[in-house]
């Protein structure tokens, strides 16, 4: 059974520039949420989409946006690089969300220089 | 405000010797707890879920315990390959409601041979 993917695994972009990053749940999974995980913070939630809707959303600034498609894969997107953004990215996926355990992906790897 | 707190930050251990890693919770509305482990480089790998006070779940070396206002991961004769940061968090929620996960900044372990 495939677990999470997520791409790309490494990523190095410039202040200002935007960056799309991508998600395939596991096979069946209808709940993709997405995390940033650094240092100083630990894991903070960004967002979670459950059948194509925005389901709940942590507080990050609107740079930050995502969305799910038919398919339950999901994309998040974000605008006007900072230097802060620098992170991993860790998207999570679950039957229907919550309490029947969350999956993780490998995470993706963002450089902001 | 929910917030979730792990100690101790860091925890060295001679291969054998037993220990154990606390998570302290502040939640509304406690609808699980969830314990993870990361290793470098990795997304974290979900190890277990707990729902009520008093109830305990084993793996392997690894048994975890959950009251009303903590948790416990207990590691029994810990093993090099046991070495990772181990990662807690709640999930709230009312009714039918669920919210997002809420990590704490992890217990990173490391077991010497």
């Known amino acids: 059974k495939a677990g999470v993917t997520q791409t790309p695994r490494y990523l190095i972009k410039t202040r200002g520039q935007q960056v799309t990053l991508s998600c395939s749940p596991i096979?069946?999974?209808?709940?993709v949420s997405w995390y940033q995980q650094t240092p100083g913070q630990g894991l903070q939630f960004l967002f979670e989409?459950?059948?194509?809707?925005?389901?709940n959303k942590g507080n990050f600034p609107g740079r930050f946006s995502g969305r799910q498609f038919s398919n339950s894969r999901s994309e998040m997107n974000v605008s006007t690089l900072e230097l802060g953004d620098s992170a991993l990215y860790l998207c999570?996926?679950?039957?229907?969300?919550?309490?029947?355990?969350?999956?993780f992906g490998s995470g993706t790897r963002l450089t902001v220089v | 405000e929910d917030q979730v707190t792990q100690s101790p930050e860091a925890l060295r251990l001679q291969e054998g010797e037993s220990s154990s890693l606390n998570c302290s919770y502040t939640?509304?509305?406690?609808?699980?707890l969830f314990w993870y482990r990361q290793d470098p480089g990795k997304g974290p790998e979900f190890l277990f879920t707990?729902?009520?006070a008093g109830e305990e779940k084993e793996k392997e070396r690894l048994k975890a315990t959950l009251t009303k206002k903590e948790s416990f991961l207990h590691i029994t004769a810990p093993k090099p390959e046991d070495s990772a940061t181990y990662l807690c968090?709640?999930?709230?929620?009312?009714?039918?409601?669920?919210?997002?996960?809420?990590f704490g900044k992890g217990t990173k372990l490391s077991v010497k041979p």
């Open positions: 999570a996926s679950s039957p229907t969300g919550g309490i029947y355990g969350y999956t």
């Open positions: 096979s069946g999974h209808r709940s």
């Open positions: 989409y459950f059948s194509e809707t925005q389901r």
């Open positions: 939640v509304s509305g406690l609808r699980g």
């Open positions: 707990l729902y009520s």
């Open positions: 968090a709640v999930q709230a929620g009312y009714g039918g409601s669920q919210g997002n996960l809420i």
